[in-house]
């Protein structure tokens, strides 16, 4: 399956989202974790709700579903298959 991990630089920024009450300003909004996964449709979906997804924080990656794992709502790759993707 294909993922987007975010690169270990990136990590404690933000995705910025529009402000509803102030046309043209941005606000802070989630907050991205360095080596995390996204689906491409998780990422689109923050884009239709109003986040500015810098695409350049995010190495494309393919592994299988079931190497990966959840820690308090963020998806990462199993310590054991990390090896194949960092550096």
Same mark, same amino acid.
């Given at each position: 399956?294909?993922?987007?991990?975010?690169?270990?630089?990136?990590?404690?920024?933000?995705?910025?989202?529009?402000?509803?009450?102030?046309?043209?300003?941005?606000?802070?909004? %989630?907050?991205? *974790?360095?080596?995390?996964?996204?689906?491409?449709?998780?990422?689109? #979906?923050?884009?239709?709700?109003? !986040?500015?997804?810098?695409?350049?924080?995010?190495? %494309?990656?393919? *592994?299988?579903?079931?190497?990966?794992?959840?820690?308090?709502?963020? #998806?990462?790759?199993?310590?054991? !298959?990390?090896?194949?993707?960092?550096?």
């Amino acid at each position: 399956m294909t993922y987007y991990r975010v690169k270990p630089e990136h990590d404690n920024k933000y995705f910025m989202r529009r402000c509803k009450n102030h046309p043209g300003a941005l606000e802070y909004g %989630r907050v991205i *974790i360095g080596n995390e996964l996204f689906t491409e449709k998780e990422l689109y #979906r923050k884009e239709d709700a109003g !986040y500015i997804v810098p695409w350049y924080y995010f190495d %494309r990656i393919e *592994i299988s579903k079931q190497k990966t794992y959840f820690f308090f709502g963020a #998806r990462f790759i199993q310590h054991k !298959y990390r090896s194949q993707f960092y550096k």
